[in-house]
């Protein structure tokens, strides 16, 4: 069964400096990948995704995260943190042409961001 | 931010009591889901619908059961609420499931507490 692992179940990072949160995923072929952030008492918000083509991906608010086939890693990286992007982080996986995309969730990394 | 409510926002109700959840999307998308976020578990998906009167389980759907006759309305039942469900749930609606577009769009959640 497909499984997603984030390792890291808080990072703290000081305001300016880059960022990398580690996303690991077991599955059988190449999946779709997503990276969501959720503020506090919000809902989940779609940071950027993966298809196929260009392992670099590029996200909003200055994310990007790489995918490593050999590593079945999905990282997401920022080079400069700011105070706001303090929040939890979720990376998920879902099925690759099995005609219903079910998404699977990491169980999250809460980002703290210090001054 | 993709259309999409949640109602109640907070509920706190005694154990053996029926509780009814509702998501409302403006957006016309097919897919519909329901999921819950626990800490140490990320989000969990409990019931999703692939359209009107289509509905199938998630992986922790004991205990719960959905309804969609209509397009926008997708609705959550405990029918005898027990503690092990006081949780935050979230509604996400997708437009597509094996296309580019398959990502999916989160509503705010609601916080049920059951005593």
């Known amino acids: 069964a497909q499984s997603v692992t984030q390792p890291d179940i808080h990072i703290t990072v000081s305001e300016g400096a880059s960022l990398e949160l580690r996303c690991n995923y077991s599955y059988g072929a190449t999946p779709y990948l997503f990276w969501y952030v959720q503020s506090p008492g919000q809902g989940l918000q779609l940071l950027l995704k993966?298809?196929?083509?260009?392992?670099l991906v590029q996200g909003i608010k200055g994310f990007e995260a790489e995918f490593k086939r050999s590593q079945s890693s999905f990282n997401l990286r920022k080079p400069s943190v700011h105070w706001s992007d303090a929040a939890e982080y979720f990376c998920a996986v879902g099925p690759l042409n099995t005609g219903f995309q079910k998404l699977v969730f990491g169980t999250g990394t809460r980002l703290l961001v210090s001054p | 931010d993709a259309g999409i409510t949640q109602s109640p926002r907070h509920k706190v109700t005694e154990t053996g009591t029926p509780v009814t959840l509702r998501c409302h999307q403006t957006?016309?998308?097919?897919?519909m889901y329901w999921y819950r976020q626990d800490p140490g578990h990320g989000l969990r998906l409990i019931h999703y619908s692939y359209g009107v009167k289509d509905t199938d389980k998630g992986e922790v759907s004991d205990g719960y059961s959905v309804s969609r006759s209509k397009t926008e309305d997708f609705l959550l039942t405990l029918e005898s609420a027990t503690s092990s469900q006081t949780s935050v749930y979230f509604c996400a609606i997708s437009e597509s499931a094996t296309s580019g577009n398959n990502e999916q769009f989160f509503g705010p959640g609601t916080r049920l507490t059951v005593l």
């Open positions: 957006e016309n998308h097919r897919y």
């Open positions: 993966y298809f196929s083509g260009d392992t």
